[in-house]
């Protein structure tokens, strides 16, 4: 039976279904535990550069960890303040754009022929007297709300009256939401720490992790395996190098750019 191509082929689409289904379920673990590994295998060659200037290597991994502190504690009270001024000055540029006196009001007023169509549905006011269009139509849009509201209210006054009976359950669902967003940042402060704690731990011991998978490794296509993944090894370092210093230059060239040119908003933009 075990010799039967099928019963292999189902077995083999079962373990995989198996494994999938496993991922999934440990997803929450698994995920910081990847990149805890991305961030090991990433400042891996960091580390070594320090060790050769005889630095030893815990020591070089808690350099590492005090400057990726350093960072994240700093960015935060040097562009966060920045980010919400610019972000007040943004809404209130939008919000006097609606201002009466011009902007899109004022634009809109002009382009479009709301003085027409007020004539023309016969909602213009007797008389010579001038008179604001948008005005007239606000007046003549509420009222038509105000109309089927009130209808609504006579006709489901009953309702209404016991929609008290109800409100205890949209107090619970307001703690249920306050326990969930507590719960959601414990959950997020274990991941972090998890984080940290395995990537300072595989940082540390990144090179004798990696020996160990090699002896692992059948003798006769050790050194073949070897090579190809140290080919792949080398592509890939490049390929994220690469990636990280134009993203930066860019982010640099851009905010200087922004910033020289006047641009409001530059930050945030």
Known sequence: ????????????LGAVILTLFLIYLLSPVLVPLFFAFLVAYVLDPVVDAMERRKIPRQR???????????????LPLLLVPSLITQADGLIRAASEGFDQSGGVYQWVVDRLPLRGFVEAVGWAPEGDEPYDPMDVIAVHVAEWVRGPAVEFLRSHAAQIATAGQTAGAGVTSFLGSVA?????????????????FVAAYLLRDYDGIIAE???????????????????????LRGFLRGQFIVALCLGGMYTIGLIIGGVPFAILI
């Open 1 to 12: 039976v075990v010799k039967n191509p099928w019963v292999r082929a189902g077995a083999a």
């Open 60 to 74: 070089a991994v808690a350099l590492l960890a005090m400057v990726g502190i350093t960072i994240l504690l700093a």
């Open 180 to 196: 969930g967003f507590f719960l959601g940042t414990l959950l997020f402060l274990g991941n972090l720490a998890l984080f940290s």
């Open 213 to 235: 998978a090699k002896a692992l490794l059948p003798g006769p296509y050790r050194d073949k395996v070897s090579g190809i993944f140290a080919k792949i090894d080398s592509q």
